[in-house]
């Protein structure tokens, strides 16, 4: 019988359940049932160095920590062939659960050896929730997977946060339709999709995550994709993060569907990120900084974009995408309404660069191609050094244009040295620090006060 709160499962022998390499899922299910059984009990904890072996899904009920050691692994097996949208870690009912966390343990999603699945399909999800609410999932290795890390559907506080994510088949976090998603302190290397999705889900926060690509084909796209087809995404927030070398844009935003108000689509605040090197990709055209179309009053802060292709800041949306493939009856992804404003204030842009694919006409700091439906207001920007020009279909008679003196561009050091022009050369009626720094009545432009 366990001695603690804690239900202990090991390779060896030594604790309450043993497993010997193989469907090793059977002796976590009944640990975790054992604690679904028993309120006392509330952990099941993988102990290490063990990796173990499944064949089939492990169930997780209410009020239930899933947990282990650094050098406990969950690997699926080789040539498991599994249906479409059976995942490696889910709940043990179909109504939903509550009061959930995973952590601290590696899952292995055996990729190579399961190559008969294409990646992005539904294929092999690391931990998919339904209608649930109050998940964690932190401090976890997850790698080398067919679909998501964590997917949730319907949920209500999901969070993850502390995670180490590196080539998943598609995102590292997915939510759908759900309330209240905040991720932080993530690291993550994309493969095939994003880092961080949201799709009509509201009350986001993504902040103080490390988001890139590797460079290949399957790189994927954005490191972060919002996304709004139906519901209310009126309160989303991008804060923190440093988000470089992706393949697709640093930040992909779209609310495409039938007509929608204002109301339903307004109000994504992104701020103090840095963007560098984003939208490698050269096979398509919708590369860059940040991509937007369809969404009302953005407001676009205090940000570093430093070297990314294309375009800084840009209204567009693609015609066939990766997500979205061009082929007879795919979505069209225009926005129907008019009236979509993008607020782009004391942000830095220096050295954009022109896209691989069809490089005419990019490399400008802010492009509108959809100058007909979408304005963009720019205020107090620092731009410099920028391949094609500043403006295309756009302009400002407030930025600024000068070499904003970094500390040291090449380590990525984006403070401003004390005689930049940037310093106490911001809009005043900044919303993201809710503080005005040392500068009295002044901000600075950029990511620092």
Request: negative net charge.
């Amino acid at each position: 019988m366990p001695s603690d709160k804690t239900v202990y499962v090991a390779g060896d022998g030594s604790e309450n359940f043993t497993c010997d390499g193989s469907d090793d899922q059977v002796e976590i299910n009944q640990a975790l049932e054992y604690v679904a059984e028993n309120p006392l009990f509330t952990t099941v904890h993988l102990k290490g160095p063990n990796t173990y072996v499944i064949s089939d899904s492990i169930f997780i009920g209410n009020n239930t920590t899933l947990e282990g050691d650094p050098t406990a692994v969950i690997k699926l097996k080789d040539k498991a062939e599994w249906p479409v949208g059976k995942p490696l870690i889910t709940q043990m009912n179909n109504t939903g659960i509550h009061g959930v966390a995973i952590k601290g343990f590696e899952i292995d999603g055996n990729h190579d050896n399961n190559q008969d699945k294409k990646k992005g399909l539904g294929y092999y999800n690391m931990v998919h929730f339904l209608n649930s609410r109050d998940i964690q999932v932190h401090d976890m290795y997850m790698h080398d997977g067919h679909g998501e890390g964590l997917k949730a559907n319907r949920g209500y506080n999901i969070q993850f946060y502390n995670n180490n994510v590196y080539k998943l088949g598609h995102n590292g976090l997915f939510a759908i339709d759900c309330l209240n998603v905040e991720a932080w302190n993530n690291k993550i290397t994309c493969r095939t999709d994003s880092g961080l999705r949201v799709l009509n889900s509201n009350h986001v926060k993504f902040h103080d995550n490390v988001i890139d690509s590797f460079y290949h084909w399957s790189a994927g796209g954005p490191g972060i994709l919002i996304e709004k087809t139906t519901g209310v995404v009126n309160n989303v927030e991008v804060y923190n993060n440093t988000i470089h070398n992706t393949y697709g844009p640093a930040i992909w935003l779209i609310g495409w569907s039938e007509l929608y108000t204002r109301e339903d689509a307004q109000n994504v605040h992104i701020y103090r990120n840095i963007f560098y090197n984003t939208g490698t990709n050269p096979g398509i055209d919708w590369v860059g900084g940040i991509v937007t179309s369809g969404f009302y009053d953005t407001l676009i802060e205090n940000n570093i974009f430093d070297g990314v292709y294309h375009s800084a800041v840009i209204h567009m949306y693609p015609t066939g995408t990766h997500i979205y493939p061009t082929y007879e009856g795919h979505p069209n992804l225009s926005p129907k309404g008019t009236g979509y404003t993008t607020i782009v204030r004391n942000n830095i842009i220096v050295n954009t660069q022109k896209r691989t694919k069809n490089p005419d006409g990019t490399g400008y700091a802010a492009i509108n191609y959809l100058s007909e439906t979408h304005t963009f207001v720019l205020e107090n920007n620092c731009l410099y050094n920028n391949s094609a020009d500043n403006y295309l279909n756009c302009t400002s008679t407030t930025d600024i244009y000068v070499d904003p003196l970094f500390v040291n561009r090449n380590k990525h050091d984006y403070h401003l040295k004390p005689n930049s022009p940037c310093i106490g050369a911001g809009h005043t009626s900044v919303t993201s620090s809710k503080e005005l720094g040392e500068n009295g009545s002044q901000i600075n432009i950029g990511k620092y006060s």
